[in-house]
C-alpha cells in the first residue's frame, strides 16, 4: 500500500522478498498436493489470500479497484495466477518441485517475448542465442526421461511442458500489468486478481470432482497456511509492486534465484533426485539467460 513514488530501495527489498520467498513455495506445494487435489490447493490459496488482503484495505480505510478495472484485474488474474500458478501447480503431479523451478528458469526469456510482442525492446541476434542456449537446457533437462521407466514418461514431458505454458501466462500478464496499473495501487490489484483466480481454481476444481478428494494432515494444512500468507499476501503483492517500480528485465532475475533455493529444498526435505544432467540443464538455462542479459538494450 506505499505510495507510487515511493523510494527505489522498498522496490528491491520487495524484489528480494520475492527470490526467497517463491523458492520455497515449489515445496510447499509439492507438500499440499499430498492430500489436496491441484485445484483446490490453488484456489483455497488465492481466495483467502485475496478475501484477507481486501479485509485489510478495508479495515485501514483504502479502496478497491473500481467495478470498470474489475474486468481487466480479473484478466490479469487468469494470466498470472489461473496460468502462470495453475499449470506450475499441475506439472508437480508428475514432476519433482526442483525440475518445475528449473523450468521456470526459462521465464526471463518468455518476459523478453512478451516486452518486445507489446513494443518493449526487440529481440537481437544475442537474445535469440541466449533463448536457443535455454530452451537446450530444458530438452537436456527432459529428454532422458521421456522414455524412461519409472519416472511417469510421457507424463514427465507434460509436466515441463505445463511449466513453459505456465512461463507463457505469466509472462503475457506481467507485461500487462505494467502498462495498465490499477489506479487503487498494488495491493488492491493484488486482493482482486486473487479472488479472481481463487473463484477460478475452485470452480475448475469442483467441476473436476475434487471435493470428493480433498483431505488435510498437520503437513498439508502447514503447507497452504504457508502459501497463502507468505506465497500469495506477501510475495505476490511484493511482485506487482516491485513490477511497477523496476525494469522488468531486473524483476525477472528472480526466476533465477528461485530454482537453486527450489533444488536445495527439494533435495534435503522431499528426497528429490540432485543428479548431473540437473546441473547440465541448469547450467544451459542459466547460461542462455545470461546472453540474454548481457544483450545491448534498444527498441522503442
Sequence with gaps: MA???????????????????????????????????????SGLRFLAAGAILCLLILGRGGRLPPFGEWRRQAVLGLLLLGVGNGAVV?????????????????????????????????????????????FSGIVVLIWPSLFAAGVGGPRFGLGVLLVQVACLGWAVGSSLSRRNPSTAGTAAASAVQQLFAGVLFISVGTALGEWSQLAFTPKTIAAELYLVVFGSLIAYSAYLYALNHLPVATV????????????????????EPFTP??????????GGVAIVRSAPRGGP
Design 3 to 41: 505510495p507510487a513514488n515511493a523510494p527505489p530501495r522498498l522496490a528491491y527489498a520487495a524484489w528480494i522478498a520475492v527470490c526467497l520467498i517463491w523458492g520455497t513455495t515449489y515445496l510447499a506445494i509439492l507438500i499440499a498436493l499430498e492430500t489436496i487435489p491441484p485445484m483446490l490447493v
Design 90 to 134: 499441475w506439472s508437480e503431479l508428475w514432476i519433482p518441485s526442483g525440475i518445475a523451478a528449473v523450468g521456470v528458469a526459462a521465464l526471463p526469456f518468455w518476459m523478453s517475448g512478451a516486452e518486445a510482442a507489446f513494443g518493449g525492446d526487440r529481440l537481437g541476434g544475442r537474445v535469440l542465442a541466449g533463448l536457443f542456449a535455454g
Design 252 to 271: 525477472s532475475l528472480y526466476a533465477y534465484i528461485n530454482p537453486i533455493i527450489a533444488v536445495m529444498l527439494g533435495t534435503l526435505f522431499a528426497g
Design 277 to 286: 544432467r540437473i546441473v547440465a540443464a541448469a547450467a544451459l538455462v542459466l
